[in-house]
Structure formats: structure tokens, C-alpha cells
């Protein structure tokens, strides 16, 4: 089977196989980009990558993962690729040119505090932070590697702690917490295939004695999940969530998503501003690398820093 995808994957791998690769994008076809950590985008012609191939790759995957792709009325695929690689594809009439499709890459790449922009004294507040149980929010725009700063969070932590993880997507590294486990819940697509939704896990968590409960990407699936884990008493909770900054992640991204769900809960920033400790922002600049721009505590309504700059009174 592994050389049997090797085969099906090999006219994108050879574009995203290299570690340097953060994102390979296919916007239409035979016309690829590929964006890699230092040097930035690229672009390609490749007569191989036509729609058919590109759907019969994806028909390939579906088939693997046991899921649903057919090009014509299940148009979308959301799968993970050998080596925790993301892949995501869309094709016919919802996008103008047939297909849309990206790689978005998990090559292992263990980034130094320094690499974030962040300074000893800083880098000494974070850890601080994790090692008090306080609660945090990582923030940032698509693909600016919340998931990798989260991580990083986590090594900070004793391998002893119960950490109790919540994701759609195995990304988080649990390995190292012996009494730690990762919950999986399902996808639309996966419903029916012994998953269980958000609600449940989130009633699973609570009787399982966690120390920390960690969710990876917010969404309007899992908002009302992780409302609940912040207000469930457990400290030490974490998260990652799509936004441009700490403002934002108080009083808009958590009420859109929750309006988005279909449900509707009142007064959320209050909320959030009352049990959020701390929200770190992080940001990519065009060379690929990615920076710690802000960091806000959320209880107190005060910046240790904004824009790259510490604020008077800050540490």
C-alpha cells in the first residue's frame, strides 16, 4: 500500500518532498506553486497535473481513507497524507478554473524560541505562563504555524502530566506525556465510521481527569467544545485559532463561529475576557519564517507586547 501511494502521489511529492516545503498549491491545472521556508513561492507548469489526474489522485486517497470522492457530486476531499502532510482538494463547479487543491506540509522542523523572534526574558514569560497552568490562545492567520508554537508549548510541560487533546486532525505531539491521550472526533464526512462528534468527546473529557485540555483548531464545529473546556474549572486549557489579532480573538472569531454552528451564546467576550489568561499572536512574513508579534493577557486587558515592541510596563 505505502508504494502503491508513493506511485499515486509521486507528480505532487515531487514538488512537496522537500523539507524546506511549507505549501504546494494548485489553483488550476498543470500551474503549481510551492511555497518553501526561506525563499518564498515558486511556480510550475506541469503538463502531468490536469484535472483527471488530479481527481484520480484524490479518488485514490478517498479509497485509502476510507472516504468519499467521485468528482462529480463528492467534489471535496480532507485527508492526511504519510508524514501527518495535510491535503485538501476541491474540484468542479464551486471553483472557477475546476480545481483547487493544497498540500500543506508537516516536515519535521524544530524552530529555536529565537526563530520566532522572541527574546530570553520573553521566551521565559511563555514558559512561565504554560508551567503556572494558565489559559492560552494561540492566534494567527492560515498557515502561520500555530500548531507548531502549540507544540512547542507542550514540550514545556512534564511528561507526567494528563494531558487529554481534542482535534479533527492528529497534529498535536502527545508522545511524550505517559498518562496523556489524543480524542479524535469526526469529520462530516467521517460521520458513521465509529467517531463521535465534538459534544461527546467534550462529555468524554470530563470524565476522564484531565490536568490540561488542549483542542487544536478552533472552528464552528468544536467553539461551543472549547467554551465549555475554558468554563469546565480544568486550568492549563490551549487552543489555536484563526485571527489577526488578540482583539479579534475576543470579540469576533469565537462569536462568528459559534453563530456559524447555528447556535447563538450570549455575551462570549465577557466571557473569554474573564478566563483567557493569555493570547499569543503570531504572524508570517513573506520569507516564510514566522514571528511572535503580540502577546495580550486577556484577564488583566494589558499587552506584554504589541507589534514586536515590549510595552512600557511590560516584562
Known amino acids: 500500500m505505502d508504494r502503491l501511494s508513493e506511485r499515486i502521489l509521486a507528480p505532487l511529492s515531487r514538488y512537496y518532498a522537500d523539507p524546506k516545503t511549507v505549501e504546494l498549491r494548485i489553483s488550476r491545472p498543470h500551474h503549481v506553486v510551492v511555497e518553501r521556508r526561506g525563499v518564498g513561492k515558486e511556480e510550475f507548469e506541469d503538463g502531468e497535473l490536469s484535472r483527471g489526474a488530479i481527481e484520480s489522485i484524490a479518488r485514490s486517497l478517498a479509497n485509502k481513507n476510507g472516504l468519499v470522492f467521485d468528482g462529480e457530486e463528492n467534489v471535496k476531499l480532507s485527508c492526511v497524507l504519510s508524514g501527518g502532510h495535510r491535503f485538501e482538494c476541491l474540484v468542479g463547479n464551486s471553483t472557477q478554473s475546476g480545481v483547487s487543491l493544497a498540500v ?13 523572534g522572541v527574546s530570553e526574558e520573553t521566551q521565559a514569560y511563555i514558559e512561565t ?6 489559559n492560552i490562545i494561540v492566534s494567527g492567520a492560515t498557515n502561520t504555524g500555530k500548531t507548531t508554537l ?24 502527545l508522545g511524550r ?17 465509529g467517531m463521535v462528534g465534538w459534544r461527546e468527546l467534550y462529555d468524554h473529557t470530563m470524565r ?3 490536568d490540561h485540555i488542549v483542542l ?24 489555536t485559532i484563526h485571527a489577526e489579532s488578540p482583539q479579534q480573538v475576543i470579540h469576533r472569531k469565537f462569536d462568528q463561529n459559534v453563530a456559524w454552528s447555528g447556535a447563538s451564546m450570549p455575551r462570549i467576550p465577557e466571557f473569554l475576557q474573564e478566563l483567557v489568561d493569555v493570547i499569543i499572536q503570531i504572524k508570517r512574513s513573506s520569507d516564510g519564517f514566522r514571528r511572535v508579534s503580540d502577546i495580550y493577557e486577556a484577564r488583566n486587558d494589558r499587552y506584554v507586547i504589541k507589534d514586536g515592541q ?6
Do not use: Y
Request: hydrophobic share 40%; glycine share 8%; proline share 6%.
Open 208 to 210: 476522564i481527569t484531565p
Open 129 to 134: 505562563a504554560v508551567s503556572k497552568e494558565a
Open 216 to 239: 487544536g483548531e478552533i472552528s464552528t464545529q468544536n467553539a461551543f467544545a472549547a467554551l465549555a473546556a475554558l468554563n469546565s474549572g480544568v486550568t492549563g486549557f490551549m487552543c
Open 150 to 173: 502549540l507544540n512547542m508549548l507542550l514540550a514545556t510541560l512534564p511528561p507526567d502530566r494528563r494531558v487529554v487533546a481534542m482535534e479533527d486532525t492528529p497534529e498535536l505531539h
Open 104 to 116: 500543506r506540509c508537516k516536515h519535521p522542523f524544530e524552530p529555536q524560541w529565537d526563530q520566532w
Open 310 to 315: 515590549t510595552v512600557d510596563g511590560g516584562r
Open 177 to 193: 506525556f505517559f498518562d496523556g491521550i489524543g480524542l479524535l472526533a469526526s469529520r462530516e464526512e467521517q460521520k458513521g465510521a
